[in-house]
């Protein structure tokens, strides 16, 4: 993984049930949140299991790989917090059953299909938090 890049972004928007997932970020780990009952991962955190309604939940590395799903970019309204309209993409992790909505950095929407294989990086967002994104698998500078 590259060294964090520093943008302009506004900071994620933390609770007590996602802290965990920002601090694992902070240290360059993508993780995902994974029932201590009965082994079902699930993401966005959340206070309790949805399938066995344990409140047990166990931060999960994940590889950092996956794909991308879909893919967008968003211009109007101006996004705050970019230098230049953000590519946002629904990337299924490696992992199966999980999918994040995420940013492409690195990259031009010429660039990218659906199922184009990607790897995550980190951004750190304009007061120093990092938020995890995603590049090719296949540029320079990917993991």
Not at 22 to 31: H, N, V, Y
Not at 63 to 69: A, F, N, V
Request: glycine content about 8%.
């Amino acid at each position: 993984m590259n060294q964090q890049r520093q943008s302009k972004r506004l900071d994620p928007m933390s609770t007590r049930n996602t802290d965990w997932f920002w601090d694992e970020a902070a240290e360059g780990r993508l993780s995902i949140q994974k029932c201590g009952n009965c082994g079902a991962m699930h993401h966005p955190p959340r206070p309790i299991c949805p399938e066995c309604h344990s409140a047990e939940r166990v931060p999960t590395p994940m590889s950092g790989r996956g794909t991308i799903y879909s893919f967008m970019r968003v211009s109007y309204p101006p996004p705050i917090g970019f230098d230049e309209p953000p590519i946002v993409a629904l990337v299924d992790l490696e992992e199966g059953g999980i999918r994040l909505i995420t940013n492409i950095v690195d990259a031009t929407l010429e660039e990218l299909v659906n199922d184009a294989p990607v790897v995550v990086d980190f951004e750190k967002t304009a007061s120093g938090k990092s938020l995890p994104v995603f590049r090719l698998a296949g540029k320079a500078g990917a993991a």
